[in-house]
């Protein structure tokens, strides 16, 4: 439950890195003309471009992390539906007989 929250916060902080690119590249766009202004918007831009991967980069390898530190969990749970299941086989088997 708290990971899902974390991913929603994750995701609006995405989404709004991408509006502030999409908005910066539209002011410089805009004043393409004016030589001052279109450098802060470039740099703005290239700054926010450079902020998107760094957060899909970093969400990548927690994801990974997490799902590597679920593995022996994951494991677990396979082994006792595994044993629950030969257990119940045995039975009916034993019963059968």
């Known amino acids: 439950m708290v990971q899902f929250s974390v991913d929603k916060y994750k995701n609006s902080a995405l989404l709004i890195t991408i509006e502030f690119?999409?908005?910066f590249l539209?002011?410089?766009l805009c004043f393409a003309d004016?030589?001052?202004l279109e450098d802060l918007w470039v740099n703005l831009l290239?700054?926010?471009i450079a902020s998107i991967s760094t957060i899909t980069v970093i969400d990548n390898?927690?994801?990974k992390q997490i799902e590597e530190?679920?593995?022996p969990l994951k494991l677990a749970m396979?082994?006792?539906v595994q044993l629950f299941v030969s257990r119940l086989i045995s039975l009916w088997q034993e019963?059968?007989?």
Request: aromatic fraction near 16%.
């Open 69 to 71: 530190d679920n593995l």
């Open 61 to 63: 390898i927690l994801k």
């Open 34 to 36: 004016e030589i001052l």
């Open 78 to 80: 396979y082994r006792n």
């Open 21 to 23: 690119s999409i908005l």
């Open 95 to 97: 019963m059968y007989v």
């Open 46 to 48: 290239s700054g926010f």
């Open 26 to 28: 539209i002011l410089w």
